[in-house]
């Protein structure tokens, strides 16, 4: 009930949001009309059609994006004739084609009909479903957090409930804007005549706004005109709520509040199916009935992801030092991106990272969700009879997590020395390296960066990204703090961008210690150069373990790279990485 009410909330702080722009002219177009045979059922068309829509392109596979994207410019059609009739109803009915006269029927039907009282239901719910198709919301943390789990977690009717509780927030804001915009225009109506040229001023409206979102300006100009966070908005209401993660994210850390030493741990579930794996790395197939009587880890992680990378060391730790006494570790490798699915890139990064426990290959999302897992990394803690007993999301606490293993161990009858608190606590801040080295969390203030178009925030290359397309992009001539911004010629996709000529580059503006990039070379394989920048100088000392002093280094495989680990006092930097060949693809930034 609560994540409804979020969602619901989160849909209504969308009209402060620049991206309903491109939809208001379509919607103040029947502002004059009644509001429940034409307002209401144009908004209530919006709500489903948009829940629709999210629900395949959360949970669908690439033909149904392509349906979606086939599906958006039928409707682009449909309002642009929408458009046309309410210019020149007239000229619309008599002298343009056939498919142009059904445009203006459309609209002059609905209009007849809202005059003779009749009605024109049908018609506004007509219109709704295409605007609907049109919609494309800012992604703030509350969608993001309902599509991850959709896209995650696998279609259900509570996540087509989470985001239809969305649309109808949005609406009902909407709705408030009708409600006063039919008031202004009837007031201009009755004091100036003009309800001819209010008619061909909001068909204007909306011919601009199909050539907006046709030219991808509704995701990119748009969103760095707005005045208003409503992410900030968002962010807040995901603090505030109970049960809600105050740093929760599609890939970031969370983490779980801790039991006290030495306190009875509950039981919250028992071990799900190990079954839906579509591998296994070290180890034939385990099963949960074959586990019964072993104290079990289950780390859910994925390889280019820094939080796991960072938590993994301890990991290794634990499963060496118990076990003898009966620990089992199974790691759940759940990709994040679509080269994480590809089997060798997994095994070269277990051989790589020296893992040589159980690694189940969950592609599939299945052991995911049958944990009701939803963070990277995650730790599920099982006793001996397969009982959950504890959870811990995210980085941190590993002194705490050891208490538990070592709990869990004695209750299977296991004979443990005594070892101080103290003495865990220092074996889990061991100093470590490279990716491995715990973050800085004091001068951390940049957060994982998304460079695809479904995930990507505080972009700042002029005229915004245009999705699946090639084009040129040029650097800002200044970047606030964690913006970012794309040069040269690349084509973004849903996930990641992918340049296209050699000499691209990207920048950012970061405020953290380290600094990492998720790479891969292209199609072919072949290794792409590169050379970084810091402040516009080699990065010297400071440069990170995939680059040289002199800023130099080379993308050879799939997974990410660590490119600035500051040495000296850390501060507000500009950060530039400049691609020597093409093919290059570059998918999220994290920081440490």
């Given at each position: 009930?609560?994540?409804?009410?979020?969602?619901?909330?989160?849909?209504?702080?969308?009209?402060?949001?620049?991206?309903?722009?491109?939809?208001?002219?379509?919607?103040?177009?029947?502002?004059?009309?009644?509001?429940?045979?034409?307002?209401?059922?144009?908004?209530?068309?919006?709500?489903?059609?948009?829940?629709?829509?999210?629900?395949?392109?959360?949970?669908?596979?690439?033909?149904?994006?392509?349906?979606?994207?086939?599906?958006?410019?039928?409707?682009?059609?449909?309002?642009?004739?929408?458009?046309?009739?309410?210019?020149?109803?007239?000229?619309?009915?008599?002298?343009?084609?056939?498919?142009?006269?059904?445009?203006?029927?459309?609209?002059?039907?609905?209009?007849?009909?809202?005059?003779?009282?009749?009605?024109?239901?049908?018609?506004?719910?007509?219109?709704?479903?295409?605007?609907?198709?049109?919609?494309?919301?800012?992604?703030?943390?509350?969608?993001?957090?309902?599509?991850?789990?959709?896209?995650?977690?696998?279609?259900?009717?509570?996540?087509?409930?989470?985001?239809?509780?969305?649309?109808?927030?949005?609406?009902?804001?909407?709705?408030?804007?009708?409600?006063?915009?039919?008031?202004?225009?009837?007031?201009?109506?009755?004091?100036?005549?003009?309800?001819?040229?209010?008619?061909?001023?909001?068909?204007?409206?909306?011919?601009?706004?199909?050539?907006?979102?046709?030219?991808?300006?509704?995701?990119?100009?748009?969103?760095?005109?707005?005045?208003?966070?409503?992410?900030?908005?968002?962010?807040?209401?995901?603090?505030?709520?109970?049960?809600?993660?105050?740093?929760?994210?599609?890939?970031?850390?969370?983490?779980?509040?801790?039991?006290?030493?030495?306190?009875?741990?509950?039981?919250?579930?028992?071990?799900?199916?190990?079954?839906?794996?579509?591998?296994?790395?070290?180890?034939?197939?385990?099963?949960?009935?074959?586990?019964?009587?072993?104290?079990?880890?289950?780390?859910?992680?994925?390889?280019?992801?820094?939080?796991?990378?960072?938590?993994?060391?301890?990991?290794?730790?634990?499963?060496?030092?118990?076990?003898?006494?009966?620990?089992?570790?199974?790691?759940?490798?759940?990709?994040?991106?679509?080269?994480?699915?590809?089997?060798?890139?997994?095994?070269?990064?277990?051989?790589?990272?020296?893992?040589?426990?159980?690694?189940?290959?969950?592609?599939?999302?299945?052991?995911?969700?049958?944990?009701?897992?939803?963070?990277?990394?995650?730790?599920?803690?099982?006793?001996?009879?397969?009982?959950?007993?504890?959870?811990?999301?995210?980085?941190?606490?590993?002194?705490?997590?050891?208490?538990?293993?070592?709990?869990?161990?004695?209750?299977?009858?296991?004979?443990?020395?005594?070892?101080?608190?103290?003495?865990?606590?220092?074996?889990?801040?061991?100093?470590?390296?490279?990716?491995?080295?715990?973050?800085?969390?004091?001068?951390?203030?940049?957060?994982?960066?998304?460079?695809?178009?479904?995930?990507?925030?505080?972009?700042?290359?002029?005229?915004?990204?245009?999705?699946?397309?090639?084009?040129?992009?040029?650097?800002?001539?200044?970047?606030?703090?964690?913006?970012?911004?794309?040069?040269?010629?690349?084509?973004?996709?849903?996930?990641?961008?992918?340049?296209?000529?050699?000499?691209?580059?990207?920048?950012?503006?970061?405020?953290?210690?380290?600094?990492?990039?998720?790479?891969?070379?292209?199609?072919?394989?072949?290794?792409?150069?590169?050379?970084?920048?810091?402040?516009?100088?080699?990065?010297?000392?400071?440069?990170?373990?995939?680059?040289?002093?002199?800023?130099?280094?080379?993308?050879?495989?799939?997974?990410?790279?660590?490119?600035?680990?500051?040495?000296?006092?850390?501060?507000?930097?500009?950060?530039?990485?400049?691609?020597?060949?093409?093919?290059?693809?570059?998918?999220a930034f994290t920081f440490g």
């Open positions: 009930m609560i994540l409804l009410v979020l969602a619901y909330l989160g849909g209504v702080l969308t009209i402060l949001s620049p991206c309903i722009l491109p939809v208001l002219p379509f919607v103040f177009a029947r502002s004059d009309r009644p509001f429940l045979r034409s307002g209401l059922p144009l908004l209530i068309g919006m709500a489903l059609m948009f829940a629709v829509v999210a629900s395949l392109a959360a949970v669908g596979s690439q033909w149904v994006a392509q349906a979606n994207q086939i599906g958006r410019w039928i409707a682009l059609v449909v309002m642009a004739l929408f458009a046309l009739a309410l210019l020149w109803p007239a000229l619309a009915d008599r002298l343009l084609s056939p498919f142009q006269r059904l445009g203006a029927r459309l609209s002059a039907s609905a209009d007849k009909a809202t005059d003779a009282g009749r009605g024109g239901v049908g018609t506004s719910l007509l219109i709704g479903v295409a605007t609907g198709l049109l919609w494309a919301p800012c992604a703030g943390p509350i969608l993001g957090l309902i599509l991850t789990g959709a896209a995650l977690q696998g279609a259900s009717v509570g996540t087509s409930g989470l985001l239809l509780a969305y649309a109808l927030g949005a609406a009902t804001s909407l709705a408030l804007a009708i409600w006063i915009g039919g008031r202004v225009f009837t007031a201009l109506k009755r004091r100036l005549g003009a309800g001819e040229w209010i008619r061909r001023a909001l068909g204007v409206a909306a011919l601009l706004a199909v050539v907006a979102i046709a030219m991808g300006w509704d995701t990119g100009v748009l969103t760095r005109l707005s005045s208003v966070s409503t992410a900030r908005l968002e962010q807040g209401l995901l603090d505030t709520l109970p049960g809600q993660a105050p740093d929760a994210g599609p890939a970031m850390m969370m983490r779980a509040a801790d039991a006290p030493a030495g306190a009875e741990l509950p039981v919250e579930g028992t071990l799900p199916s190990l079954d839906g794996a579509t591998g296994w790395l070290n180890s034939p197939p385990l099963t949960a009935e074959g586990l019964r009587g072993k104290v079990v880890l289950v780390d859910f992680w994925t390889y280019s992801c820094i939080n796991c990378l960072r938590a993994l060391p301890y990991v290794r730790e634990w499963e060496q030092r118990y076990r003898d006494q009966g620990l089992v570790v199974i790691g759940v490798h759940a990709p994040e991106f679509a080269f994480e699915r590809n089997l060798g890139n997994v095994q070269r990064a277990v051989k790589e990272l020296k893992i040589d426990y159980p690694v189940a290959i969950d592609n599939e999302f299945a052991i995911w969700r049958g944990f009701n897992n939803r963070y990277w990394p995650a730790h599920y803690f099982i006793d001996a009879q397969g009982r959950i007993r504890a959870h811990h999301f995210g980085e941190g606490n590993y002194a705490q997590s050891e208490r538990i293993i070592r709990q869990l161990l004695r209750e299977a009858g296991a004979t443990l020395p005594e070892e101080p608190a103290q003495a865990m606590a220092m074996a889990a801040s061991a100093p470590r390296a490279g990716v491995e080295l715990q973050a800085d969390m004091s001068n951390l203030k940049s957060p994982e960066t998304y460079l695809g178009y479904s995930r990507a925030e505080n972009f700042a290359s002029p005229d915004g990204q245009r999705r699946d397309a090639p084009a040129d992009y040029t650097l800002p001539s200044t970047f606030a703090l964690n913006q970012w911004a794309l040069s040269g010629r690349w084509t973004v996709g849903d996930e990641d961008a992918q340049l296209q000529r050699a000499g691209g580059r990207i920048a950012f503006r970061f405020h953290a210690r380290d600094l990492h990039l998720v790479l891969a070379p292209g199609a072919d394989g072949k290794p792409v150069r590169f050379r970084v920048r810091i402040d516009g100088q080699p990065p010297g000392a400071s440069a990170g373990g995939d680059a040289s002093a002199d800023g130099s280094g080379t993308v050879t495989e799939h997974r990410l790279y660590q490119l600035i680990r500051q040495s000296g006092d850390v501060g507000e930097r500009t950060f530039e990485i400049e691609f020597l060949d093409p093919g290059v693809h570059a998918y």
